[in-house]
């Protein structure tokens, strides 16, 4: 499975110029690509709809957060969308291929597995950046 370059470039620019706070991607003809752009103004609620019902997605979110000490920090979660309503075929694709991808993107701190929204509920990503 290949990986698109623009798939490392946008990850680099939200990892160190946080130009996006999502970026969603999909895999097309045998190659990862960028399916969506979150812009910084977006929050948790716009990346959560991002993801399609019934398709798989990698994705990328940048999580604000402010620690018990009063701390802003923010940490990277990788996110692997595999809904129970995709496909069989695409779930497997999708599976086989999440560790190489996720080894391109240098930089992130806790991964999810997610079928069903209730799995990446806000308050699962608030309790995982702790």
């Not at 929050?43 to 979110?61: G, H, I, K, Q, T």
């Not at 802003?72 to 995709?86: E, G, N, Y």
């Not at 560790?99 to 991964?111: C, H, M, P, W």
């Amino acid at each position: 499975m290949a990986v698109h370059d623009d798939c490392k470039l946008k990850f680099l620019e939200l990892k160190a110029k946080r130009n996006y706070r999502f970026i969603t991607f999909k895999i097309e003809s045998q190659q990862v690509v960028i399916d969506k752009l979150g812009s910084p103004e977006e929050d948790y609620n716009d990346f959560a709809a991002s993801l399609p019902a019934d398709e798989c997605r990698y994705a990328v979110f940048d999580f604000d957060f402010i620690t018990d000490e009063n701390c802003q920090k923010s940490k990277i979660f990788f996110i692997a969308w595999s809904p129970d309503t995709s496909k069989v075929r695409m779930k497997m694709v999708y599976a086989s291929s999440k560790d190489r991808f996720k080894r391109e993107l240098d930089g992130i701190q806790v991964e999810l597995q997610a079928t069903d929204p209730s799995e990446m509920s806000f308050d699962i990503i608030k309790a995982r950046a702790f």
